[in-house]
Nanobody, 119 residues
Framework: VQLQASGGGLVQTGGSLGLSCTVS????????MGWYRQTPGKQRDLVAVIDTHGRANYADSAKGRFTISRDNAKNTVLLQMNSLKPEDTAVYYCNADIYEKSWSSYIYWGQGTLVTVSS
């Protein structure tokens, strides 16, 4: 089982960027999915999470600007980021709570994708 993230890149302040993350491999089910971000020397912080019913929670810094969504049929989670600021610059990681071979779940992480917002 792997999580493959994509969509990072360079964008100007005020611009938009979309991230995508897909679970590959055979799994029984995918529960909560989310996005986190990390800058050098700092801990990895929550950006947004979403459950299987589409209920989302956001970090205060993301509220009103970012939208998390998912496609349960494709085991994919998306993050649409608008009105980007230089302080949004970070490596963004997706994660998912996955039931792989049994009904005990484990958290898997994607490889990270760099988002750079220029001022």
């Amino acid at each position: 089982v792997q999580l493959q993230a994509s969509g990072g890149g360079l964008v100007q302040t005020g611009g938009s960027l979309g991230l995508s993350c897909t679970v590959s491999g055979r799994v029984l089910a995918v529960d909560r999915m989310g996005w986190y971000r990390q800058t050098p020397g700092k801990q990895r912080d929550l950006v947004a999470v979403i459950d299987t019913h589409g209920r989302a929670n956001y970090a205060d810094s993301a509220k009103g600007r970012f939208t998390i969504s998912r496609d349960n049929a494709k085991n994919t989670v998306l993050l649409q980021m608008n009105s980007l600021k230089p302080e949004d610059t970070a490596v963004y990681y997706c994660n998912a709570d996955i039931y792989e071979k049994s009904w005990s779940s484990y958290i898997y992480w994607g490889q990270g994708t760099l988002v750079t917002v220029s001022s």
